[in-house]
């Protein structure tokens, strides 16, 4: 799992362009969207992209986004139940 | 003086009709045009439906009698139909005989043939020649040359709010004396570019839209082209024209928020509409019928709904004809100023079609039935990506400044 | 009557306020030019890392003629002539190869060319008029005239005019802020100057 929440942190930064900002700067726990990292809808649609591309998982519907992107750490636990690419 | 803008020819072909009265009367009897993908083949033909005009590109060459070598695209096509169809219409003989111009409006330009075409080049020189079509600017010059237009062109590309800046830069224009007339409008054509770009931003609909509803889930993309010939008091004098109505206001604001979504308060859109009123010396209760952006996206009509609210103490009748045709992109504007004149000049108001449930943020109910309505004042939004929102306010009798 | 005391024109190897250089390129490509201004001039917005390279260039010409600038209905009138091609590409590119076919939304978003005028509104919250031109070359004559029109109906009380070229590793971008009183006459010998 930790070696999950690590290659995330990377992708997340590689794929919404987060130039500034190093995976020891993403908390397990913190807020990626509102406050947290600042990420926008835009940012989530891309993750969704990110969740079919690297973990073949394919969301229907954006709104489930809101749950699973709460953090790294709901994200690992989703893409680790769901995965179908490994 | 400042001259008023008087609109004497429309053309327009969509998925409801090859025709201005085609387009009408699929209106009021209420016969959208929302179908499965059929023109060409994508790997979401099942997956959504959209606004397409039931010919092929070799029909459409056929219509305009284009030459068997030719470089027009199925947007310049549309284009070219649309305009020469408004310029018949305005009973116009010799474009260039008075300061004429075109300002022509697109998106996908040239796109649907080259992505058809771009693989092939290598191998298939013929279709080289497409190339030079891609760009924007190609389709407003194959229109031009269509029209026989020797004065000025121009081309705007401002995504869903393109052709409400044609239309507001051309009566700019002729206002100001720079032209005498002006055709002007849009153009977009569906491809693989835009359908597939849209479905990754999630916000299309397996199904037909629902504009204005709380179960809406997203808009159906169209493609269509609209055009309307606008001329200053001193053509429409000499020439003896019919005045079909005038462009009596408008207004252009930026809504400053995201590249794509709208503001939670539709501040761009009641600033827009807040300008548009200026300018046509009007209050907004002198409004018969708003024509709405309403593209059933989750999003705009939420936006929109509640700049409609905070500009209008009584909101009037309103619709969204998207549900007819799609949101047809850089024509809509286009489309919609064809229809709004339209339900002036016969006083009538076109239904939101798919309208079951009002969205539980406010109690905004469209105009479900066509209606006959004596108006005076209509009022049309469009809004594009980039924040770009555009109002038109059309009106029977022109205002004088 | 109108006039224009300020202008940008940024280019491969250089860019210039007024004429004179600010910035000089020594082998930087685009990405690196544009990132080392945005650090020297201690720009804070994450935002313009997802910005694709057209808006890039429109968002750091727009910072430096705006600099501090105060007011607020500033329309923009941009214009060039491949509109967003650059990124068209990028985005064809993700849907061709059926069995890799990833779109990314982040790169559609960016396939209009007004949204470069969509990313300056945001930055320097400016709800005002504004329009993208496509065109050979810079419309010097209709910019003069949509912008002598602006400020004299009070639509607008300065006038953004701009030409803001990206492809293919190719760029240029000539700004400039056209008010009602100034250094520079706005004519149109003038703004071929600037633009040339």
Same mark, same amino acid.
């Given at each position: ?20 900002? @190093? ?5 397990? @726990? ?11 809808? !835009? ?24 749950? !699973?992107?709460?953090?790294?750490? @709901? ?12 | ?25 699929? +209106? ?26 039931k010919r092929t590109n070799e029909e459409l060459q056929q219509l305009l009698g284009l030459p ?78 269509? +029209? ?41 054509? $569906? ?29 159906? $993309? ?57 300018k046509a010396g009007i209050e907004p209760h002198e409004i018969g019928y708003v024509n709405a952006?309403? /593209?059933? /996206?989750?999003?705009?009509? $939420? ?5 409609? +609210? ?14 007819? /045709? ?65 109002? $038109? ?9 | 009557?109108?006039?224009?005391n300020k202008f940008i024109n940024i280019q491969k190897d250089a860019i210039f306020e007024n ?34 390279? #057209? ?10 003629? #705006? ?21 068209? #590409?990028?985005? =064809? =590119?993700?849907? =061709? ?46 910019? =003069? ?5 602006? #400020? ?45």
């Amino acid at each position: 799992m930790e070696a999950l929440k690590q290659e995330l942190k990377e992708r997340i930064i590689e794929v919404l362009n987060l130039e500034d900002i @190093t995976p020891a700067d993403i908390q397990d @726990t913190e807020a990626l969207f509102g406050d947290g990292l600042g990420l926008d809808s !835009i940012d989530a649609l891309e993750l969704i992209v990110l969740l079919d591309k690297e973990y073949g998982i394919k969301l229907a519907d954006p709104k489930q986004g809101k749950e !699973i992107f709460q953090s790294v750490e @709901t994200m690992a636990q989703f893409i680790a139940e769901n995965r179908t690419k490994l | 003086m400042r001259s008023r803008v008087a609109i004497t020819g429309m053309g327009i072909i969509s998925a409801i009709g090859s025709t201005v009265e085609e387009n009408f009367d699929a +209106l009021v009897s209420k016969r959208p045009g929302i179908s499965f993908l059929e023109n060409f083949s994508s790997r979401h033909a099942s997956e959504i439906k959209v606004g397409e005009i039931k010919r092929t590109n070799e029909e459409l060459q056929q219509l305009l009698g284009l030459p068997a070598e030719n470089t027009f695209t199925r947007t310049s096509m549309l284009g070219a139909y649309a305009a020469a169809q408004a310029v018949k219409a305005a009973g116009i003989k010799d474009l260039n005989d008075v300061r004429a111009g075109l300002i022509s409006s697109t998106s996908v330009g040239g796109m649907d043939f080259t992505e058809k075409h771009y693989r092939q080049y290598l191998n298939h020189p013929e279709f080289q020649k497409y190339i030079e079509s891609h760009h924007a600017g190609d389709s407003s010059n194959k229109i031009a040359h269509y +029209l026989g237009l020797k004065g000025f062109v121009s081309t705007i590309s401002t995504a869903c709010s393109s052709a409400a800046n044609a239309i507001m830069l051309g009566a700019g224009m002729i206002e100001q004396g720079y032209l005498d007339r002006v055709v002007v409008g849009g153009t977009d054509a $569906l491809s693989k570019f835009t359908v597939n770009g849209f479905k990754t931003l999630m916000i299309l609909s397996d199904a037909d839209n629902m504009p204005f509803d709380q179960e809406r889930k997203g808009l159906n $993309l169209g493609e269509a082209a609209a055009y309307l010939v606008l001329e200053s008091d001193e053509v429409v004098k000499r020439k003896k024209r019919e005045v079909l109505a005038y462009v009596a206001g408008y207004g252009n604001a930026n809504d400053a928020y995201h590249q794509t979504a709208s503001s939670e308060n539709g501040e761009g859109a009641y600033l827009a509409m807040k300008e548009a009123f200026e300018k046509a010396g009007i209050e907004p209760h002198e409004i018969g019928y708003v024509n709405a952006h309403g /593209t059933a /996206t989750p999003n705009n009509d $939420l936006s929109e709904g509640r700049a409609l +609210l905070r500009i209008f103490d009584k909101v009037p009748a309103f619709s969204s004809t998207k549900a007819f /045709t799609g949101h047809t992109l850089a024509a809509a504007a286009a489309v919609e100023a064809v229809y709004s004149v339209l339900a002036l000049q016969r006083g009538i108001v076109f239904p939101n079609l798919n309208f079951r449930r009002p969205m539980e943020e406010f109690n905004l109910i469209p105009q479900t039935e066509p209606v006959s309505k004596e108006l005076k004042y209509v009022l049309s939004n469009s809004f594009g990506f980039g924040g770009n929102c555009s109002t $038109l306010i059309f009106s029977k009798t022109g205002t004088h400044e | 009557m109108y006039a224009i005391n300020k202008f940008i024109n940024i280019q491969k190897d250089a860019i210039f306020e007024n004429g004179i250089c600010l910035f000089k390129n020594e082998e930087d490509g685009f990405s690196a030019f544009m990132k080392r201004v945005y650090k020297e001039r201690g720009i804070n917005y994450p935002k313009f890392y997802k910005m694709d390279d #057209l808006c890039k260039l429109a968002f750091i010409a727009a910072e430096l003629l #705006l600099g501090d600038e105060e007011e607020k209905d500033i329309a923009l009138l941009l214009s060039n002539r491949e509109a967003s091609l650059d990124t068209d #590409l990028k985005h =064809q =590119q993700t849907i =061709q190869d059926a069995a890799a076919y990833f779109p990314s939304p982040a790169v559609f978003v960016y396939t209009l060319p007004n949204i470069t005028i969509g990313e300056i509104s945001i930055r320097h919250a400016l709800k005002s008029e504004s329009a993208f031109f496509i065109a050979e070359r810079f419309p010097a004559e209709r910019m =003069q005239q949509y912008a002598q029109y602006l #400020l004299k109906t009070k639509k607008a009380v300065k006038v953004l005019c701009g030409w803001v070229h990206f492809l293919n590793g190719e760029y240029r971008a000539d700004f400039y802020l056209v008010e009602t009183h100034g250094n520079i006459a706005h004519t149109i010998e003038n703004i071929n100057e600037i633009t040339k």
